[in-house]
């Protein structure tokens, strides 16, 4: 049974719409909790929001019977403030079981001493997918517009339509800087672990010394690297090091080529013997899989390391990987000062005038220039209000130029290299300029992702990077009708209190006169 959120209110529950929170408090949590308030309270978008949960949170299982789970308001909670506050599982925990505002808004009244568990809270928040973030986005987003356009003068009638602001930024993945040795090194060591976890739950004795055959491959590898070291200008010294790095990388292909031909070998021997009914053909098909996952990285690396060192071969880029753990990894050269390398991927967004994000679109393997396009395409037929959008020099080709035109009235597309007459007079015109000054905004938007969440991606796997991306556009666009709100309660509460102060200057008026 999973609700979306109890309807009746228990003894000592704090009703969503009656919390307040401290006007002066400068940390994130209180405005987050802000923002969902406004959803909570917002009938037609919370009604809107709840329905989609319901519909696409497990379509197939019951709501009403069985044993009560997290309910799914609970869960899109706890997603908001993981990226929102760039934090892991264990302090959302905490916060969770600790924050006594947090526990109000999740349904808790002070008397009620539930506690979430880690492995609950991280099966339930990968329940969403980034098509369900992406339909609750919109929903969020229109509703955030709804509440600026009634906080505007209503003579601002330009602000109805919305002035998009794309650009790119790395969303860096949990990895170490790669070099052929040490992704070797990862691969045996990952193959060497599995094989003895397998053994032991086999009750075999084959991999007891794994610990030991692990420093092995390890000391093979720190020998290898020493040998590179070297910064010798003599000739006959440096063709001597050459010889020494070659033996070096020779011997630790040796080492790791050993242990892969064994760990291939015992999983033919627990064929052989008919142990997998231990734990069944299931679980040791998977096992299975993910050993020879990393054999073959292993052997990638093996052959790699023999071609680049050992025959002198350039390898292509194309053929290289920069991680074996998050396969997905992108070598991203965008030229930034003190930045040479990043390594992650790409994630393309659109902002609008207001601060909202519209869309993001992780970009595998693809330049600025090829999703330029789709991005306005996608963003239309989500927010057909759309009537200009703004670009860097990244985003320029020739097609693009053509196709946007078609899309949008106004398309700031600045060109690259020496311009035509027609191209200036297109560059110079005061729109385009106006909207060309205002594209810096984006890069604060930039900012502000990387600070609340997509600096770094702890997640595993490519599936799971865009629903992080996702989630994270999800919970700023959160923050930023929260930090509306706050914004506008705070000049109120100044306003009330300059009030106040006149009110007694006058009131002391007379008072001096008759004196």
């Not at 025959?311 to 753990?325: Q, T």
Request: hydrophobic fraction near 40%; aromatic fraction near 6%.
């Amino acid at each position: 049974m999973r609700v979306v959120q109890p309807s009746q209110m228990t003894i000592g529950e704090v009703d969503i719409s009656k919390m307040t929170f401290n006007l002066k408090s400068r940390d994130d949590i209180p405005k987050i909790l802000k923002g969902l308030q406004f959803i909570y309270l917002n009938t037609l978008l919370r009604d809107a929001i709840f329905a989609l949960l319901i519909k696409r949170i497990s379509p197939d299982v019951s709501k009403t019977n069985g044993r009560p789970g997290m309910s799914l308001w609970t869960i899109f909670v706890c997603g908001i403030l993981r990226l929102d506050l760039n934090i892991d599982y264990d302090r959302l925990l905490e916060l969770m079981n600790e924050h006594r505002s947090l526990r109000m808004i999740l349904g808790h009244h002070v008397y009620n001493n539930e506690e979430y568990h880690m492995q609950t809270v991280k099966d339930n928040v990968c329940l969403f997918t980034p098509e369900l973030l992406d339909e609750i986005n919109q929903l969020i987003v229109r509703g955030g517009h709804d509440l600026v356009l009634c906080g505007q003068n209503s003579k601002k009638k330009d602000d109805v339509a919305l002035h998009g602001r794309c650009d790119s930024f790395v969303l860096e993945t949990d990895v170490h800087y790669p070099t052929d040795i040490n992704l070797l090194d990862d691969a045996t060591r990952k193959i060497i672990q599995l094989i003895a976890k397998l053994c032991k739950v086999l009750g075999l004795s084959d991999w007891r010394q794994h610990a030991n055959n692990v420093s092995q491959v390890k000391a093979a590898m720190r020998k290898a690297q020493q040998k590179k070291r070297s910064k010798a200008k003599n000739i006959a010294q440096q063709e001597k090091n050459k010889t020494a790095i070659q033996v070096a990388h020779q011997d630790f292909i040796n080492c790791a080529q050993g242990y892969v031909g064994k760990v291939r070998q015992t999983l033919l021997d627990v064929e052989k013997i008919e142990l997998i009914d231990i734990i069944g053909q299931k679980k040791f098909d998977a096992r299975k899989a993910e050993i020879e996952k990393f054999i073959a990285h292993a052997v990638r690396q093996i052959d790699q390391i023999r071609r680049r060192v050992i025959l002198g071969e350039k390898i292509p880029h194309e053929e290289k990987v920069f991680s074996i753990f998050e396969p997905h990894t992108e070598w991203i050269s965008k030229g930034k000062a003190g930045v040479p390398v990043e390594l992650g991927v790409k994630v393309c967004i659109m902002v609008d005038q207001h601060g909202f994000v519209l869309l993001p679109q992780v970009m595998q393997n693809q330049t600025d220039d090829k999703v330029a396009v789709e991005m306005v395409k996608k963003t239309k037929e989500r927010f057909p209000k759309l009537k200009s959008c703004s670009f860097d020099k990244g985003f320029h080709s020739l097609e693009n130029q053509i196709e946007l035109k078609k899309e949008l009235p106004l398309v700031v597309l600045p060109r690259k290299g020496r311009l035509s007459e027609a191209a200036k007079a297109i560059e110079i015109a005061p729109e385009f300029v106006k909207a060309r000054k205002a594209h810096s905004a984006v890069e604060s938007a930039i900012n502000t992702l990387e600070v609340h969440g997509l600096d770094v991606c702890p997640d595993h796997g490519i599936d799971a990077f865009k629903r992080y991306v996702w989630w994270a556009v999800v919970a700023r666009n959160i923050h930023r009708i929260g930090d509306i709100l706050w914004e506008r309660e705070t000049e109120a509460q100044l306003g009330n209190d300059k009030g106040l102060c006149s009110g007694n200057d006058e009131k002391a008026k007379p008072d001096k006169i008759a004196a």
